[in-house]
């Protein structure tokens, strides 16, 4: 697996996003979906990564700083044919020793609490991610999980 900065402008992952913030759109609440889209995604205070496999789009994630001593996991996704490979724990590693290189104290992300996002919240929970309070202009919401870890 090969993990590279993206600056979003190939027709691939535009596709890819799109796919995401679909079914994001679908399963959660307009009022509690947090999915970037691409214009979302070009801010200056976010790092995006591509996740490639024998050259085939396979994930993305994003790291968003927040202040100079955290910041926020987001937009992560892995294609459905590459599920179950390893594609988002080796996202997360690589996320985490960003995080750590750029010596932000704690890293927080939100995802959904309906039972299509446990995976997600299992794999957070593997690497540590405990559930906090909304941050970051987040509010409470009961379609809404926080998480946070301290690094």
Known sequence: MKIVVDDLSGPEISAFLQEHVKEMQAITPPESKHALDLDGLRKPEITFWSVYDSGRLVGCG???????????????????????????SALVD???????????????????????????RALYAKFGFMPCQPFAGYREDPNNVYMAKVL
Do not use: C, N, W
């Open 62 to 88: 994003a790291l968003k700083e927040l202040d100079t001593s955290s910041a926020e996991l987001k937009s992560m996704r892995t294609a459905q044919h590459a599920k179950r490979r390893g594609v988002a």
């Open 94 to 120: 690589h996320i985490l020793a960003e995080a750590r290189r750029r010596r932000y104290a704690r890293l927080y992300l939100e995802t959904g609490a309906a039972e299509f996002f446990a995976p997600a």
